[in-house]
T-cell receptor, first 114, second 110 residues
């Protein structure tokens, strides 16, 4: 069974540009999560989808970040315009059940904003 | 105060040694507790869930003390392949978002 996949694996952009990250969850997983790790910090929750609905986006840093999950399958996370402090590794995870269900993580997208 | 605190290490131990990691969490209402393992530049992977009664999986033993809000992981007979960062993870108030510690780095040497 294929795991969670993310694209691209790396992205280097300049401040002010736009970047879109993509996540394909494990097939059949209704729950999709975005997390971020900035250098020197712990992994932090950004938001949670159940199918196509945003269940909780309390972790989103600001309105430069927009996440979508049209059709309840893959998800995109757009950063526009990117700032230096947005650099980090963006992980996507999916789970069959929310709550205590195991979350399976993708390999992450390493974003560098110059 | 951080949600989850861990000693960052690094812990350098010889093969065959026993090593213990500790973690504290701040939210007394948390219900789910985990240890994740993360290899360098890879994604976190679930190592084991942690239950109040304590649980064991081969060389790995996890313990939870709810009164002290303290979680531990014991690794016996360390292998070179155990070298990784071990993340203490606790659920949030919402029950689905996970709160991560910064991780404890382990290096097992020959």
């Amino acid at each position: 069974e294929a795991g969670v996949t993310q694209f691209p694996s790396h992205s280097v952009i300049e401040k002010g540009q736009t970047v879109t990250l993509r996540c394909d969850p494990i097939s059949g997983h209704d729950n999709l999560y975005w997390y971020r790790r900035v250098m020197g910090k712990e992994i932090k929750f950004l938001l949670h989808f159940v199918k196509e609905s945003k269940q909780d986006e309390s972790g989103m840093p600001n309105n430069r970040f927009l996440a979508e999950r049209t059709g309840g399958t893959y998800s995109t996370l757009k950063v526009q315009p990117a700032e230096l402090e947005d650099s980090g590794v963006y992980f996507c995870a999916s789970s069959q059940d929310s709550g205590q269900g195991e979350q399976f993580f993708g390999p992450g997208t390493r974003l560098t904003v110059l | 105060r951080k949600e989850v605190e861990q000693d960052p290490g690094p812990f350098n131990v010889p093969e065959g040694a026993t090593v213990a990691f500790n973690c504290t969490y701040s939210n007394s209402a948390s219900q789910s507790f985990f240890w994740y393992r993360q290899d360098c530049r890879k994604e976190p992977k679930l190592l084991m869930s942690v239950y109040s009664s304590g649980n064991e999986d081969g060389r790995f033993t996890a313990q939870l003390n709810r009164a002290s809000q303290y979680i531990s992981l014991l690794i016996r007979d360390s292998k070179l392949s155990d070298s990784a960062t071990y993340l203490c993870v606790v659920d949030s108030n919402s029950g689905y978002a996970l709160n991560f510690g910064k991780g404890t780095s382990l290096l097992v040497t020959p």
